[in-house]
């Protein structure tokens, strides 16, 4: 498989291994963040063939042949900028999730309104923000990304 634009591959021994535990215990990508395994929190979001999925939910023998990006591959700087100036950060365990998630949404929706950030962040949970400022942080980078544009 592809993840963030480079090939590798992984010795998955263990039948029915998730795409999560073969990022980070295999091939040492720690930014997708294990916390609930069952699809539950979104803190594991990462984009598979561009869409957005769960990584303890996949299998990693599912990814063979395909595009998996990890935070670090799918976010662009103005989205982390704006979920830094924002405070939508706290103790940052939900964060990369959130940031797969808001690229994934102003990749489809360049300027989206508020019920449309809060369905698109639905399965990403957080317990420290509130969402307010994640919502804000949206807004800033979308309107830093337009700016951007020809």
Known sequence: M??????VAADVDRPGESLLSTLRDRLG???????????ECGSCTVLLDGDPVCACLVATAQCEGREVQTVVGAVPRPVRDAFVQRGAVQCGFCT?????????LLRREPDPADARI??????????CTGYEKIIDAVHTAAATMAGDRP
């Open 96 to 104: 990369p999730g959130l940031l797969v998630a808001v690229a994934d």
């Open 118 to 127: 809060r369905e698109a962040l639905a399965g990403n949970l957080c317990r």
């Open 29 to 39: 990508l720690t930014g997708a963040k294990n916390a609930c395994e069952q699809g």
């Open 2 to 7: 592809r993840v963030d634009g480079a090939e």
